[in-house]
């Protein structure tokens, strides 16, 4: 069997490991930029906005795929449906409430409106011509139903290679600490961090530390940096010193109004730390509540602070905890038991088809 994969460049490390994990069962993969192969309108290049099919068409005819999957929708998942290959298209977040949410904040200007209408108009026919939706948690599937309900659904949560993931020497924290490892990418996500400033005056002798960045990072910063135990430490490397940072600190806390299946959780438990988060989303599906970490409500500043101070305190909890984790997410997510359950709803798919 083969499958093209085209994808994000900034989610090509992930798609790599999904692709050698497929190879080791036998499915023939083929990763490429999307853009790369086909953009057209809307685009930043306006010579690339009359690029035909061209390149998906040679792309196709040399490899000759028996699906393609996209993790985002653009020209490259509508020249899949045009030509008459299965297409999978995989949904990482509440596509809808994010554009709400953009319109909303960021794109203002009528030319800013304008293409991300045409990026709506793009995504519905990427949705109702696709073979099969594939969200990444459950609490995901239940809004697509919403909006497609005669589109087949697949939930298939994100995986990890767990031989990454170990601990090394860590980057030069002030301890106890308690680290934050998140994007300001989405407003709806974000401002969930906000809920920390309580939480800061409560726990001065703990130092909070951000890495992450996007922009609404200094609507984020320009109150939590009030807080001398707050500090800032931007993007961090991919893997290696996210790795450093996530060996160093004591506690990790994803604070997040609306996640689907963030893969920072799955790495800090790996690296055997306690993990509380918002009970938003699919964020519970990662976690077993009270094992191998704590789910706190939305703006329970007091749920934080009870559930911090637990753990900054009690050495052998936490260490209970992060144990706890490490095997829950090697006993769920690896991604030889993701792929393993792709490769099940392709084949059943394509039989069909």
């Known amino acids: 069997m083969k499958l093209l994969i085209g994808g994000a460049p900034s989610k090509f490390f992930h798609l790599k490991e999904f692709g050698d994990a497929l190879a080791r069962l036998g499915v023939e993969y083929k990763l490429v930029h999307d853009t790369d192969v086909y953009t057209g309108f809307p685009s930043r290049n306006v010579k690339r906005w009359f690029e035909g099919t061209g390149k998906f068409d040679k792309l196709v005819s040399e490899f000759k795929p028996d699906a393609v999957f996209v993790d985002r929708q653009t020209h490259f998942g509508l020249a899949a449906i045009k030509s008459g290959i299965p297409l999978f298209v995989l949904l990482r977040g509440d596509y809808w409430s994010e554009i709400k949410w953009a319109r909303e904040t960021l794109y203002k200007s009528p030319m800013q409106r304008m293409v991300i209408r045409w990026k709506d108009k793009i995504a519905e026919k990427c949705f109702s011509g696709a073979t099969g939706i594939i969200p990444i948690c459950k609490y995901l599937e239940d809004i697509v139903k919403e909006h497609y309900p005669n589109i087949p ?70 109150i939590l940096k009030k807080y001398p135990n707050f500090q800032w430490l931007g993007s961090l490397e991919y893997p290696d010193r996210v790795r450093e940072y996530l060996s160093a600190i004591d506690v990790y806390a994803l604070a997040s109004g609306m996640d689907m299946s963030p893969l920072t959780i ?20 990662l976690m077993d509540d009270n094992n191998t970490g704590f789910l706190v409500e939305k703006a329970d500043h007091e749920g934080w602070i009870q559930k911090l101070s637990l753990l900054i305190n009690d050495n052998k909890k936490a260490k209970q905890m992060g144990t706890a984790g490490r095997n829950f997410v090697k006993d769920n ?13 392709l084949e059943s798919n394509i039989r069909q088809s």
């Open 153 to 222: 659904t697949h939930v298939i949560h994100g995986g990890i290679d767990v031989s990454r993931w170990y601990n090394v020497n860590g980057m030069d924290l002030r301890h106890p600490c308690v680290g934050l490892l998140q994007g300001a990418w989405i407003w709806g996500k974000t401002k969930e961090m906000l809920t920390l400033t309580k939480v800061l005056e409560a726990m001065p002798e703990v130092t909070f530390y951000w890495a992450g960045d996007g922009p609404y990072r200094d609507k984020i910063l320009e």
């Open 266 to 285: 799955q790495e800090a438990a790996l690296l055997e730390k306690p993990v509380i988060a918002t009970r938003a989303g699919g964020i519970p599906e």
């Open 333 to 345: 997510f690896s991604w030889d038991k993701i792929a393993k359950k792709f490769v099940t709803v």
